[in-house]
């Protein structure tokens, strides 16, 4: 009974060390920053998107965002039309999932965005072979989506001119809050935590599935 106490209690204490910063701290992305996958990713996107008329406006790179994971973020403009791109990059070790996402805005009406996911893993360059999301297709597929909402006004909502750095800062601690809401995370100083109570049922569940006893097979 004392060893299951104390397994629990230190599986308690490790999800409760869990954290997601309330405001990340996004500097600008430097090449030591950004692995081979996201490099790799990066040079694929932005050729295509010089064609669609967008143009890199801000990149970030928040090292900390969470207690494992990392943030990298470039934000593409395409100030004409006033549409806006994106590739968001959220990293653990070796891991990492990439959104890829169109996003057009009217002030005070809801966005409409069309996103793609995509796995990256290791450290390197992907294999030549491997196929690049194809970035055309899916802003096609954006227009197609923002023709049929109609929005009500022809203004579009993006960063001012200069302040895009300030623009991504403000959108990750949206994106922080929302996810911080959907796992019922609480703000403790600078960081969203798991409260006690659920830091000790996830222990709980931990345990419950670690070491559940397994079926003696039929003789």
Request: charged share 25%; net charge positive.
């Amino acid at each position: 009974m004392g060893v299951v106490l104390v397994t629990w209690l230190k599986k308690t204490l490790e999800f409760r060390r869990r954290f997601i910063r309330v405001q990340p701290s996004l500097r600008t992305s430097f090449d030591q920053d950004i692995p081979g996958p996201e490099a790799w990713l990066i040079a694929q996107m932005v050729p295509a998107l010089k064609e669609l008329g967008f143009e890199i406006a801000a990149n970030g790179h928040c090292p900390d965002i969470a207690i494992d994971g990392a943030w990298t973020q470039v934000l593409f403009l395409n100030r004409v039309v006033g549409d806006r791109a994106s590739l968001i990059v959220r990293r653990t070790g070796f891991k990492g999932v990439a959104t890829i996402a169109f996003a057009t805005e009217a002030p005070g009406e809801r966005q409409v965005t069309t996103p793609l996911y995509y796995r990256l893993s290791g450290r390197g360059a992907p294999k030549p072979d491997n196929p690049p999301p194809d970035v055309k297709a899916l802003y096609l597929k954006h227009r197609e989506a923002v023709t049929k909402r109609s929005f009500s006004s022809d203004q579009r909502v993006l960063p001012e001119i200069g302040h895009e750095h300030q623009w991504l800062h403000e959108r990750a601690a949206n994106v922080v809050r929302a996810e911080a809401e959907k796992f019922r995370l609480v703000q403790i100083g600078e960081c969203y935590r798991l409260p006690w109570r659920s830091s000790g049922w996830h222990a709980a569940k931990w345990m419950g599935q670690k070491f559940k006893p397994r079926r003696k097979a039929n003789p």
